[in-house]
């Protein structure tokens, strides 16, 4: 059995002779309603992940087969991914701080997501420090950088509005 990875989203393998009769599959008998078959694929996701990174987390699988001259199988597996994961979104979200400090150690993180970042605005009330920012990203992004921040603080339920109507606007200078 040999594994190729033609993109982050798409494996080529080739089953030969010897691994169909090994798992009791041929061509015609391939079908997701075959235990076999089943098996087959299971084995190949287990080998992918460990031999090549190649994991669908989640995702659905569309997986084409063609027979070969030399009676070996061409499985081409493809991850389908959601609209979620293609698409971009506007993400806004109210971070917590227990000081002015917390919120500053965090900035760095900043320039590394600048170009998706929209809004930012922080707020005190009752001496809690909270920021609110807006993201345009694809929903894997605005997830990498809200664990990120959240190192530094806590997610809040405090909507925008509220801070804009309850909250002291804290203004920097760069």
């Known amino acids: 059995m040999l594994i190729e990875q033609l993109d982050e989203n798409k494996i080529k393998v080739t089953v030969d002779t010897d691994d169909q009769e090994e798992y009791g599959v041929t061509y015609e008998s391939m079908a997701y309603s075959d235990c076999n078959t089943r098996k087959l694929c299971e084995t190949i996701m287990e080998r992918a992940k460990t031999e090549i990174g190649f994991n669908i987390n989640g995702a659905k699988l569309l997986v084409e087969a063609r027979k070969s001259i030399d009676g070996s199988v061409t499985l081409v597996l493809s991850k389908i991914l959601s609209c979620d994961e293609t698409k971009e979104e506007l993400f806004g979200q109210t971070i917590s701080f227990s ?32 920021l609110y920012f807006e993201l345009i990203c694809k929903k894997k992004q605005a997830i990498g950088f809200l664990r990120s921040i959240l190192e530094y603080g806590e997610k809040s339920d405090i909507s925008h509005e509220y801070l804009k109507e309850h909250g002291t606007k804290v203004l920097l200078n760069n």
């Open 99 to 130: 000081s002015f400090d917390d919120i500053c150690d965090c900035r760095t993180l900043f320039e590394s997501y600048k170009d998706i970042i929209t809004a930012t605005d922080i707020y005190c009330i009752s001496n809690i420090y909270y």
